[in-house]
């Protein structure tokens, strides 16, 4: 498996999409956090990264699938898919080897943002007089939330050779899980199964966490989707074989 991982790991940084996509994500975080008069910290006036933690879920709901198109569609188009799997290793070990160095990639991609911080830690009256509890639970949150849009990326691309129909296929999955539930569950016809249907979807367990509250319901349901969708995947891969 940490060959697996090693290997996708330089496959996307030998690559050209792992940086557009990095810089891409980097440069629409800084022009909500900065620039954007709507959603800008100077013009909004109190030192949080509300802006960025709500804007945020969209941005990467295009951009980590854009890293994960390719890790099985690719494979498979070119044919080294069949030959990876006779290899002494079993479905589920190079799933979660791909599945964790996707995820790594855009952890990294999180990181430079601490810069987003500071700044504001230096930019609060007094200095320092900041939230750090929310922002906290709300890094937490986004790094859970971009490991279940990760997951949902490997099995898009599973399903298909086609790598722009895994692109779109996985933010379709990735939109109805974030905000599908949660509008859903406002119609008007669910009476008492109206919570319980917003609570399937990631929105209300990741806005639970950006209030600083880690909440053992909430690991475990963002655990659980991950476990689910691997999952999916590893029963598309293990289709091939029949």
Known sequence: MLHIFSKEVKN???SLIAYVVMGVFLIVTGLIVWVFPET???DYGYAELSS???LGPYVLMFLIPAICMRTFAEEKKTGTLELLLTKPISDIQIIVGKFLAAWFL????LIPTLIYCFSLIQLASPVGNIDSA???GSYFG???LSGIFTAIGILASS???NQIIA????IFLCFMMYSGFDSISNINIWSDYSPLINQLGILSHYESMSKGLIDSRDLFYFGSVMVVALQFTRMSISSRKW
């Open 142 to 144: 986004l790094i859970l």
């Open 159 to 161: 399903l298909s050779e």
């Open 40 to 42: 800008n910290v100077i």
């Open 12 to 14: 996307f940084l030998n």
């Open 52 to 54: 960025l933690f709500n």
């Open 134 to 136: 929310a922002i906290v």
């Open 167 to 170: 692109f779109i296929t996985a």
């Open 106 to 109: 855009v952890i990294i991609s």
